[in-house]
């Protein structure tokens, strides 16, 4: 690791203010920024903590929103949600491991936005709004790609609004040596229609599958999705699986969503 | 540079580290305890859980000046002071749940925070909470074994494989 001080503020504001400093970057719980920081892929001159800021931290559930503070551990949100949207919960509680789960944070894995991570496709899929320190910007408006969000320079997500739905499931297959999604399928049922958003298997990183949207609001079952089919040519293709591969999980991860759901 | 003030192991430490610290470098490096284990660079491994105001954590991907103020419990507390292993680490002896001994302090550590959470874990539950603790010796098993035994269930009805 090249060297840098750290920070920790007490609130956003002082956040914010200390992540003006050229080269600063703020730290969640660590758990993707400390090994990048190990590999040298990341040389900031100062970090900023954010795991002291109380008022970004906690779970609530009001009128139908539950609402997650960007600085809220997985584990939290595995406990504290469950009642709420146990489908967020259980998304929440099979992220990486229990010590992985104990540090990271929501807020850190929707900036960092890697193209496997779960929570992603659960904003995606809820509509969920993601609140910064200056603006509250739509999940369909936020995801722009691997690894690229709609957040400025020194921005913090400060709290994320799941808007919660009839039923919801997220299917997960599993890489089994990162425990990252090879593929994940979060599908979302509102009253207005069903959302289901795909993560780790676009090159574009999380995305709606909207002709399966369309096939579920004729017709919430499996077999809806027959004759639909997603075009492998974006897809990512590693050692761990082809794109054909990933688009095949797509559809059969989608299926034992809308099972799931039932 | 700065002061970290960190109780580990019942006992208030005191140590003046750079940003870049990690938990596991503090640990080691400045103050000798040398049973947290390093086996990874990417956060996979596990070997270097302790627990961090009584949660596991990797002490590898933490840093020490985020400790300040906390209290840190590593493998080194875990027996009595006169030496006596605790039920897990008498378990892990008695059912071999160790070989080379590299994985051997997460283990135990990972196993001590399951045993709060839930005191008596099915199989399954042990084996989905140690999905972050590699071994690369006991094929896992004997572990499990252990920590059935460390909860006082029954083992004999695991067979072995
Ligand atoms: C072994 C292992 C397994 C994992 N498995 C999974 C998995 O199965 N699924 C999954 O989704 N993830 C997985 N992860 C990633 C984990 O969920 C991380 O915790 C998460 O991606 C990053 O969150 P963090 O709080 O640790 O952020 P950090 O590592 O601290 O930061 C990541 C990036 O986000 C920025 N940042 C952090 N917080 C904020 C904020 N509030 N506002 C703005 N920017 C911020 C940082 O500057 C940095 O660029 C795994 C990680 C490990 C080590
Ligand atoms: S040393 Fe491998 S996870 Fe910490
Ligand atoms: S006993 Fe050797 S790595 Fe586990």
């Known amino acids: 690791m090249y060297s840098f001080e750290v920070d920790k503020p007490g609130s956003v504001e002082a956040a914010v203010a200390a992540l003006q400093i050229e080269e600063a970057m703020a ?14 892929l990341a040389s900031p001159s100062r970090l900023v903590s954010l795991a002291g800021i109380a008022e970004m931290k906690g779970v609530s559930a009001v009128d139908g929103v539950v609402t997650i503070g960007g600085g809220t551990p997985h584990a939290t949100v595995a406990r504290e949600a469950a009642g709420a949207y146990p489908a967020l919960a259980a998304l929440a509680g ?21 193209p496997a991570a779960c929570y992603p496709s659960a904003a995606l899929a809820s509509g969920a709004t993601i609140v910064t320190s ?26 994320v609004r799941f808007p919660v739905p009839q039923a919801a499931s997220y299917q997960k297959f599993e890489q089994p040596a990162s425990r990252f999604a090879l593929v994940g399928v979060f599908l979302a049922r509102f009253a207005e229609g069903v959302r289901v958003a795909v993560t780790g298997a676009s090159e574009d990183g999380v995305f709606r599958w909207s002709e399966a949207e369309e096939a579920l609001n004729k017709e919430f079952r499996a077999d809806a999705l027959t004759g639909l089919a997603i075009a492998p040519e974006n897809m990512i293709a590693d050692l761990h699986g082809t794109k054909e591969y990933r688009a095949h999980l797509v559809s059969v991860m989608t299926k034992r969503a809308i099972r799931a759901v039932g | 540079m700065s002061e970290v003030r960190i109780v580990v192991n019942g006992v208030e430490r005191f140590g003046v580290v750079e940003g870049r610290t990690l938990l596991s470098g503090f640990l080691r490096d400045g103050l000798g305890l040398t049973g947290t284990h390093v086996g990874c660079d990417t956060s996979q491994c596990g070997a270097c859980v302790v627990h961090v105001d009584g949660q596991a954590v990797k002490s590898c991907t ?11 419990d590593t493998i080194e507390g875990q027996a009595a002071p006169d030496g006596t292993l605790n039920a897990i680490q008498q378990a892990f002896q008695d059912h071999h ?6 994985c051997t302090p997460g283990m135990v550590m990972s196993a001590a925070a399951l045993l709060k959470e839930n005191p008596t874990p099915g199989e399954a539950e042990i084996r989905e909470y140690l999905e972050g603790n590699l071994c690369r010796c006991t094929g896992y098993h004997n572990i499990v074994k252990a920590i059935l035994a460390a909860s006082g269930q029954d083992v004999a009805a695991i067979a072995a494989e």
């Open chain 2, 62 to 72: 933490m840093f020490a000046v985020e400790a300040d103020g906390r209290s840190v």
């Open chain 2, 97 to 102: 749940g160790l070989q080379c001994g590299f």
């Open chain 1, 27 to 40: 730290l969640g719980g660590g758990q993707t920024l400390i090994p990048t920081l190990k590999q040298r």
């Open chain 1, 94 to 114: 099979n992220i990486g491991d229990p010590a992985v789960r104990n540090r990271g944070t929501i807020g850190g894995s929707l900036a960092n936005n890697d």
């Open chain 1, 134 to 159: 200056s603006r509250e910007i739509a999940a369909d408006d936020y995801f722009q790609g691997m690894f690229t969000t709609a957040l400025h320079e020194g921005e913090i997500v400060t709290a």
